[in-house]
């Protein structure tokens, strides 16, 4: 009931103004409701009952619960948004808003995962727990910083925490990166797993061989859905339209190029096996590159350790019987090259694409962390038809209010508090950068909503009520937003399943937000 009463009031006006002391009335009008004449009556009965409240000492007992009821705001629905709302409702009162600029939650979960790897996918069913919380809310098709700002959720709120990754991809800087055929690998997977703004992308792939610089997940990721055969996704959540591209894919070698060594590639083991197992495929890895690297792996932390022996082996092992046979019948290869750096983009001789990679041979200096590569002054060109780059991803500045370290692309902060902001905090790769898994995430996202937690134990975010969503909504509906709740996201869900079950393909996914939108009636 208070948090009702509460909402009731911030719905009022706006900018919102704490109430009136106790024992006085608070005062009305700022409603259409309430500025009607017919309303007058319903009006003086309403006063009247807060006014024998009052006396009765039960308004007071009301700003009491209301007082201890945080309202907090996350803003991006993502793995990092869900984690950090996940351990900000175990405070008993807290009632926590999750903001998102798509129509529709999860973030990288939706448009980032592979759709091969369905698995991965089921934290989604932790984060819907979390969505059907009763004190939890989702508010989709809001984007924060054009539809309403960071300084207007730090108004009606508590506490905002700033959830809302990495929605960028680093430039190569290199010459020929704006030619035709070269896009990012972040944009090439926004592409296959529908994410709107990438709906247009539209890649060529009628050319034999594909470049990816970079060695990471993503990287193997792009490679693995260029080469696994075609009727292997089918059964996937890949978009259609991006099923239909890959079906008629002439792409048959997709080499990873990397700055620096074995030692060095940031993929995982799950990743690489995933990739020398892959149908219809061989590696292919130069054993020069793998030379005295045994002698190495002593130094090296045990999960890198057995990363590094697998790529021995796959390298300098010869196969069984079974497995050479299986390679000899590849139709389709994928290799790694180390120690090269991208240094130009070439064009076709017409100027309307790319034709191929130069690269700078390198060698590595230093130890440990340190280790960088270094030019040696030789160069090769590496002929390809397309080039995805896969050099990191990379957070944006949200607000002007809000401090950004444009280099690092992070929000500057101490544990997840931003730097010199109280009430304002950040978690997941906008608060570290664009590493780790969604386990990684997880921690750190727990991190931060457990900071935030102790803030306001410690009375350190600010006292009094606060409208929470009642103030946002009413902004919202003056600037004609129409916020999609997580209900309508259920309705939207189980749209793109039924769409799905006439190809057995597990959900057909909605990649118009302005279909989405139609079919919610908005």
């Known amino acids: 009931m208070a948090s009702r009463c509460w909402r009731w009031w911030g719905r009022s006006a706006w900018p ?119 004190r939890c809310a989702f508010w989709g098709n809001v984007e924060v910083g054009r539809d309403v700002t960071v300084p207007e959720l730090r108004e009606a709120y508590h506490a905002v925490v700033l959830s809302y990754g990495a929605e960028d991809h680093r430039a190569l800087e290199i010459p020929g990166e704006e030619l035709p055929g070269v896009c990012s690998a972040r944009a090439f997977v926004g592409w296959y797993n529908g994410l709107p703004e990438n709906q247009e992308l539209k890649p060529d792939l009628s050319c034999d061989t594909a470049v990816i610089l970079g060695q990471g997940n993503v990287a193997l990721d792009v490679a693995r859905i260029l080469l696994t055969p075609p009727e292997h996704l089918e059964k996937t959540d890949i978009t259609k339209a991006a099923l239909d591209v890959l079906r008629q894919s002439r792409v048959k070698t997709v080499w990873l190029v990397g700055r620096r060594g074995p030692l060095q590639v940031a993929f995982t083991i799950k990743e690489l096996r995933e990739m020398i197992q892959l149908p219809g495929t061989r590696p292919i890895l130069d054993p020069v590159d793998f030379l005295g690297l045994q002698d190495r792996l002593k130094e090296v932390p045990r999960p890198r350790k057995r990363l590094t022996e697998l790529l021995l082996r796959t390298a300098m092992e010869k196969p069984g019987p079974e497995e050479a046979a299986r390679r000899a019948s590849a139709s389709r290869a994928w290799g790694l090259r180390f120690f ?42 590496l002929p390809c038809g397309l080039v995805l780059s896969s050099i990191g991803y990379k957070s944006r500045p949200i607000d002007p209010s809000v401090p950004f370290d444009s280099k690092l692309g992070v929000i500057p902060n101490v544990e997840g508090r931003v730097t010199d902001v109280p009430g304002l905090y950040c978690s997941g790769w906008v608060k570290r950068g664009p ?11 727990f991190l931060t909503g457990q900071m935030l937690l102790q803030d306001l134990k410690a009375g350190l975010l600010p006292s009094g009520p606060r ?16 916020p999609v709740s997580f209900s309508d996201w259920e309705k939207l869900d189980a749209e793109e399943v039924a769409r799905g079950q006439g190809t057995g393909r597990p959900r057909e996914k909605l990649v118009d937000p302005q279909e989405m939108l139609h079919l919610l009636g908005h």
């Open 16 to 134: 919102w103004t704490p109430p009136l002391s106790v024992g006085s009335i608070p005062t009305f009008g700022g409603s259409d409701e309430l500025r009607d004449p017919t309303n007058a009556k319903d009006l003086r009965s309403k006063r009247r009952r807060m006014q024998v409240r009052a006396k009765l000492g039960k308004f007071q007992l009301l700003l009491d619960i209301q007082e201890t009821t945080p309202q907090i705001c996350v803003v991006g629905s993502g793995p990092a948004g869900f984690y950090t709302a996940q351990h900000l409702l175990k405070h008993p009162q807290a009632h926590v808003d999750i903001y998102e600029k798509q129509p529709v939650p999860f973030g990288l979960v939706r448009f980032g995962v592979a759709p091969d790897h369905p698995e991965v996918k089921n934290v989604i069913n932790t984060f819907t727990q979390t969505a059907h919380c009763g």
């Open 340 to 381: 090269r750096s991208p240094q130009q983009v070439l064009p076709s001789p017409d100027g309307q694409g790319a034709a191929g990679v130069r690269l700078a041979v390198t060698r590595l200096e230093g130890v440990g962390e340190a280790t960088r590569a270094v030019p040696t002054g030789a160069m090769e060109d």
């Open 435 to 445: 590493t780790g898994v969604i386990a990684t995430t997880m921690t750190d996202s």
């Open 467 to 482: 409208p929470g969503s009642a103030a946002i909504q009413a902004l919202l509906s003056s600037r004609g937003v129409q």
